[in-house]
């Protein structure tokens, strides 16, 4: 399983970007996917999970109504939606998908965003 993130920049404090994550390979393994974000100086953190069918989705408190997760199946994409971003959103946004929530065991390499002041 290959994972390719795009969509990063950089963008205004308050502006919005969208985040993709496209999976190649074996993409029937995968059942749970997420976004983990790694801001300098700081550990990779958890940013929003979401589940094959897209019933269940999860978010860390700090983009919870501002960051949206999604999916497409049918074209084995992963969406990160993030409005009214803020400086402290600036990191290295990683794609992540594996058999099970929190259990991934596909990473991506990553795509910068930086939110300018």
């Known amino acids: 399983v290959q994972l390719v993130e795009s969509g990063g920049g950089l963008v205004q404090a308050g502006g919005s970007l969208r985040l993709s994550c496209a999976a190649s390979?074996?993409?029937?393994?995968?059942?749970?996917m997420a976004w983990y974000r790694q801001a300098p100086g700081k550990q990779r953190e958890l940013v929003a999970g979401i589940t094959s069918g897209g019933g269940s989705t999860n978010y860390a408190d700090s983009v919870k109504g501002r960051f949206t997760i999604s999916r497409d199946n049918a074209k084995n994409t992963m969406y990160l939606q993030m409005n009214s971003l803020k400086p402290e959103d600036t990191a290295v946004y990683y794609c992540?998908?594996?058999?099970?929530?929190?259990?991934?065991?596909?990473w991506g390499q990553g795509t910068r965003v930086t939110v300018s002041s």
């Open positions: 390979g074996s993409t029937f393994s995968i059942n749970a």
């Open positions: 992540a998908g594996g058999s099970y929530p929190f259990e991934y065991d596909y």
